[in-house]
């Protein structure tokens, strides 16, 4: 060994012995299969067996939210559907209220452009089974007879858990929110037990409580067309959520035309005018509703459904590239030196 060397022999087990004696930081990391996504779970800053447990808990709520949710698979969601259809008042299975209840409010605040009564529609368009769908699209006359049969969430009456439709036509899909209000759920129990810093990401929508160390919750917004790439970054503060909804998710091509799977409840086709809409919320829920709302909304009429909904933090790609963004989100955006063509605009 040179001379040199040796003298600085000294200086690297010193500085290894140092690094062995800090403590790492204790970051537990699961990923699981749910929500037809994958849901990584990160909790920063805590032990290993109360880490693991609340893993496990985690693991089984998500589960059981995804089966009672179901849209179209046997379950409460499922049954509820099938006894909307008869008109009369029924009870309902009570996991699934709190969507119902909060499904009607963002419907009104929306007005009507997150519709989850659209489940029919959805059948039509093919996005009611588990395999990806090849088309071909509806007839233009089953669109206009569903259109007449006008499905909305103000035809279902609640009293306690029992719940009638007005309209036979109603079907229940919480695509657009249920993840949201899992999210939430989930985080909700992490804070319950204890646990300060963690992150709940479901293929992208998220929710995240306290810090990453001594920095905060850092994550990217994907570029909806260029895919694998990351169009920006934001940092999140204690106790927000970021939803995206995009064209890329679902969509089938048929004779070399897109057919994706966000609906416009007003005209019975795919939205044409966005590519992607992210919003930042407190409530996982209102952001996953309000992310499909504006991208119907579309970059015409996005700001109205933004100020009816309360909305601060929102941004919309529309289908040509252009950035539609309220200044208090320009403001918290990293665009990683891509070049976006930005519009700037306070709903
Ligand atoms: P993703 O779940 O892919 O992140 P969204 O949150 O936008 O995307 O939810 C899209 C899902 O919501 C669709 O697959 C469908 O089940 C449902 N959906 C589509 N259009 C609407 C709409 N206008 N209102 C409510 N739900 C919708
Ligand atoms: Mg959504």
């Not at 940092?235 to 057919?259: A, C, I, L, M, P």
């Amino acid at each position: 060994m040179p001379f040199n060397l040796r003298l600085l022999l000294p200086i690297f087990v010193f500085t290894f012995l140092l690094s062995a004696c800090q403590p790492a930081p204790k970051e537990y990391k699961q990923t699981l299969l749910v929500f037809g996504t994958l849901v990584n779970i990160t909790i920063y800053d805590t032990d290993a067996s109360k880490a693991a447990a609340m893993i496990k808990a985690i693991s089984d709520d998500l589960n059981f939210m995804h089966e009672a949710w179901h849209p179209w698979k046997p379950g409460p969601l499922g049954r509820t559907n099938t006894l909307l259809a008869q008109t009369e008042w029924f009870s309902a299975n009570p996991s699934v209220m709190p969507l119902i209840t909060l499904g009607q409010q963002l419907w009104h605040d929306s007005d009507g452009l997150f519709n989850p009564a659209i489940g029919h529609l959805l059948g039509l368009w093919g996005y009611h089974q588990d395999d990806p769908p090849q088309g071909p699209p509806p007839s233009a006359n089953e669109i206009k007879k569903w259109l007449s049969q006008n499905p909305r969430m103000s035809d279902i009456e609640t009293k306690g858990i029992r719940v009638r439709s007005s309209n036979a036509a109603v079907k229940l899909d919480f695509g657009a929110m249920a993840k949201g209000l899992a999210v939430d759920r989930v985080i909700e129990q992490l804070k319950k037990n204890g646990i300060e810093h963690a992150i709940v990401n479901a293929g992208g929508d998220l929710k995240a409580i306290g810090r990453h160390g001594d920095r905060p919750w850092r994550i990217g917004i994907r570029h909806p067309r260029q895919d694998g790439s990351v169009l920006a970054a934001v940092e999140v503060n204690d106790s927000e959520s970021v939803f995206t909804s995009g064209d890329y998710e679902r969509f089938y091509t048929f004779e070399g035309k897109r057919y994706h799977h966000i609906i416009d409840p007003r005209t019975g086709y795919p939205a044409g005018q966005s590519t992607s809409v992210t919003v930042i919320h407190p409530q996982a829920a209102v952001a996953d509703a309000a992310a499909t709302a504006l991208f119907v909304a579309g970059p015409e009429q996005w700001q109205d459904i933004a100020l009816k909904m309360k909305l601060q933090y929102v941004m919309l790609v529309d289908k040509h590239g252009q950035v539609h963004i309220t200044p208090a989100m320009a403001k918290r955006i990293d665009w990683l030196g891509n070049d976006v063509q930005l519009k700037i605009s306070q709903p």
